[in-house]
């Protein structure tokens, strides 16, 4: 089990695809640019220092940085990728490609984490709780409207006084709140 220092470490909350702009499509132009930019923005973390990642897991936002994170492996040995899993059936449902995906990350990362056995009203939101905790840094893929997780993720992270990153999926622009007491401050509009 690896030992999570908070000041080292970042960790992910982000859309499904259902609520992503380009959906499952992941060639679309705008999906291409938005997995450029969280390669950055990750770069940019370790470049800070960070040295472990966590990730939910779940299929959209989290399974595509989880990605990048194993990528960036080749490029930097000493990051760990840290999968914490809100129950064990979390991919049950899932088509066979992410399903794939999905189990493709857990072999590969350097550790999981499982919130529950079996599947509770609250294990979603326990993980993410787990994944804030954890960590100093959050890098979220909001589009700025839902209500759910990834904006309770956010707001919670916000309360909490962790450095966030928000990259919004519609226009992919990175607001930055090193102080969550304050509004985020627009740094960068790519494309």
């Known amino acids: 089990m690896i030992t999570l220092y908070k000041n080292k470490t970042c960790c992910f909350t982000g859309h499904r695809p259902m609520r992503l702009p380009f959906g499952f499509e992941e060639e679309h132009p705008l999906c291409i640019a938005l997995k450029k930019l969280l390669k950055r923005e990750i770069q940019k973390k370790i470049e800070q220092g960070c040295i472990d990642f966590i990730t939910g897991a779940a299929w959209g936002v989290d399974i595509i940085c989880a990605e990048i994170v194993l990528e960036l492996k080749k490029q930097y040995p000493e990051i760990n990728l840290i999968c914490v899993i809100p129950h064990e059936e979390q991919a049950t449902k899932w088509n066979e490609e992410y399903r794939t995906r999905y189990f493709g990350i857990i072999d590969q990362s350097d550790d999981m984490i499982l919130i529950s056995y079996q599947y509770t009203p609250t294990c979603f939101h326990e993980r993410n709780r787990y994944m804030v905790d954890n960590a100093m840094h959050v890098i979220a893929v909001y589009n700025g409207n839902e209500k759910g ?28 709140s090193d102080n969550p007491r304050t509004k985020f401050t627009v740094i960068s509009r790519d494309r």
């Open 149 to 176: 997780g990834t904006s309770y993720t956010i707001e919670y992270a916000r309360k909490k006084g962790r450095n966030v990153t928000v990259i919004n999926s519609n226009d992919l622009t990175v607001e930055q």
